[in-house]
Nanobody
Framework: QVQLVESGGGLVQAGGSLRLSCAAS????????MGWFRQAPGKEREFVAA???????YYANSVKGRFTISRDNAKNTLYLQMNSLKPEDTAVYYC?????????????????WGQGTQVTVSS
């Protein structure tokens, strides 16, 4: 069992930056593929970025070059550094864990989810 708690969301102007954190409790954090997803009002939850247990990363095209996913296995923490934020990045951001070894983008593959943190980007 893995419990996930996100933090770091907030209100920022377009072009600004935010860093999200996801603290994980439970065992074997380093063996999970970890991901970030987001959901805007009236839209489906969408993949943002993933970090595989072996160190690989993968990004949605919409955030590539602006967002960076990283993890600190010693601290059981996942991060998402978000730069050059745009109003269309406004959403609730969720941290998720998948009991697989490779990078996956489908939300249905992820077994555990956090409660989400709101990110609002003003124009």
């Amino acid at each position: 069992q893995v419990q996930l708690v996100e933090s770091g969301g907030g209100l920022v102007q377009a072009g600004g930056s935010l860093r999200l954190s996801c603290a994980a409790s439970g065992r074997s954090f380093s063996t999970y593929t970890m991901g970030w997803f987001r959901q805007a009002p009236g839209k489906e939850r969408e993949f943002v970025a993933a970090s595989g247990s072996g160190g690989s990363t993968y990004y949605a095209n919409s955030v590539k070059g602006r967002f960076t996913i990283s993890r600190d296995n010693a601290k059981n923490t996942l991060y998402l550094q978000m730069n050059s934020l745009k109003p269309e990045d406004t959403a609730v951001y969720y941290c998720a864990a998948a009991a697989v070894s490779g990078v996956v983008t489908s939300r249905w593959t992820y077994n555990y989810w956090g409660q989400g943190t709101q990110v609002t980007v003003s124009s």
